[in-house]
């Protein structure tokens, strides 16, 4: 059998093969529906929406706010981003290949999702497919190069970028980037002259399908610096039309002001380069852990933002512990330098944004060869203590990798759509339904999340239904303690133990060390004004706000929820002078977990 398997893997059916495999393990993201920002995305394209600050093309779907003061205030005024947004935040991506492919999902055939689906499996199957070809090209014929696009095709950290509609833009650029990387290779080590003007063209797809898209400079920069062996003016030479590529996406990013500007959870590398560093130095080891073994990258989103140093030390000890091994039997591969130096620096740009195994597959391009290189390495030049230090490496990356991922892959495709689907369908079924003909203020008191409100009115939108006017959620938490109070007929007091903007996706719309809120500050939204009246006991960040509307609280205009275990449910407004303590729920009971 071992040798059927490995006459497998060496075959030249193998690309196809696994690219197969990728196509049926990952059915079940067929039946994941719309998850969270699809339906946002649709409510673009919907008759009836108009876009604050005008309407933009169909190739800029991912500009979700400008720096545009108008539309800023806009957005506020009407509860699309939270009171707490920072004046001059901007959220806008480059994006424009994938875009116009989710314009034309939307335009034609909105309500075939499972269709949407297909189109991401296939992007990705079609990935796979090729990075089988590279890595033949790398390899040879071997067992191998069969063995890295294995690994490849079943990596379970994939799951949610296929699962995902709105992440279709990370396959696009991750497929355009092995296309670069196969048409370069050719050029230089065969002369094949059309791949010198195909590399940069597959680049430029690479880019401008999204920023991870960059990653594709770091593979081409290890290609230059172990597999290519030319002369170092000639290797230097042949990076030059890739430069253009790049230069020319910069000034399309910088002309077209895109970039992100307010919170914490995204970060601009260009106009942030101090948090930015920062971020690497915590977020990189996280995401390369997460693509070589444990712990996953999405255990960032889980762990307290407080005890952050304590998972990028078990991150580090991972790392530290494997790279021993696969450094003893492949110092002195050049293929192995190459995927090691690619996979890691194709991770900087995505450290700006929090880690997630949605990031990882860029990486896993060289994570992947770098795992195939090292399980077929000999380890007859090694001592007997060095041989078992290896083989128990080379056992974990086997369980990892060619055991678990394939078992977890599909369990992760189909468990990604159901809770994330779920999630969002159970936000849209609970939200109350609203009377066309009077306005009516839809306020959230609480919720899991700073978006999952807003999401629910985009499907709600999407459905031709009513919607609230304007939209207000005060607080967002996942842990402490929740209480809500009534200091007069036009006042609410929400006050978290833990503060306010500690749930991740707050961060989004404003960094609270670079843009504190002090006792007494005062945010005017229109109807509502947010008032900061105490402090955490660190003094970091708010605890107990004040929220003044412009009507009585028993106005029959207004209707309020909260989020309770699952769902939103109506929210009783207590008397004045009454303050009420409600259950706080953890993100996973919210997702149905």
Known sequence: MLTRVKGWLADRRAPLLVALLAILLLLPTLGAGAIMDDHAHRMAYHPTFTRPGGPRGDWDLFRFLEDDPVAFRSLQESGIWPWWAVAGSKLAFLRPLPSLWHALDYRVWPNAYWFMHAESILVFAATAFFAAHLYRRLFGATVAAGLAALIFAVDDTHAMVVAWIANRHAILSTLFAVLTLLAHDRARRDGWKPGVYLAPLALFGAMFSGESGLGALAYLFAYALFLDR???????????????????????????????????????????????????????????????????????????????????????????????????????????????????????????????????????????????????????????????????????????????????????????????????????????????????????????????????????????????????????????????????????????????FMEPTATVFRDPEKAPLRVGDRVDVGTMVAEVVTLTPDGKLPAQIDFHFDRSLDDPSMVWVVWEKTRFVPFEVPKVGETRELPVVPYQTAMGG
């Open 230 to 500: 030319a002369p170092l003016r000639a290797r230097a030479a042949a990076l030059v039309p890739h430069a253009g590529v790049a230069l020319l996406w910069f000034a399309a990013y910088k002309l077209g002001k895109y970039g992100a500007a307010g919170g914490v959870f995204y970060i601009d590398p260009l106009t942030q380069s101090g948090e930015f560093l920062r971020a690497v130095a915590t977020r990189l080891p996280v995401l390369l852990a997460g693509q070589m073994a444990a712990p996953p990258a999405d255990v960032w989103m889980l762990w307290p933002q407080s005890e952050t140093r304590s998972l990028v030390s078990i991150c580090l000890l991972v790392l530290l512990a494997l790279g021993g091994g696969i450094f003893a039997v492949l110092r002195r591969d050049r293929n192995a330098g190459f995927f090691a130096v690619g996979m890691t620096l194709s991770l900087l740009p995505t450290c700006a944004v929090w880690p997630g195994d949605r990031l990882l597959l860029f990486a896993g391009i060289g994570g992947s060869g770098l795992v195939a290189s090292m399980l077929v390495a000999s380890r007859e030049h090694l001592g007997r203590a060095a041989r078992v230090y290896v083989g128990a490496v080379a056992g974990v990356l086997v369980l990892f990798h060619l055991v678990l991922a394939p078992l977890l892959l599909p369990l992760r495709a189909w468990s990604t759509g159901e809770m994330l689907h779920g999630y969002t369908e159970r936000a849209i079924t609970s939200m109350p339904k609203f009377d066309a003909t009077a306005p009516q203020t839809l306020v959230v008191v609480s919720s899991p999340d700073s978006i999952i409100a807003n999401t629910a009115i985009a499907a709600r939108i999407n459905a031709n239904e009513a919607m609230p006017s304007p939209l207000r959620v005060l607080s967002t938490v996942q842990r402490g303690t929740l209480k809500v109070g009534r200091v007069d007929a036009r006042t609410l007091s929400v006050t978290l133990s833990d503060g306010h």
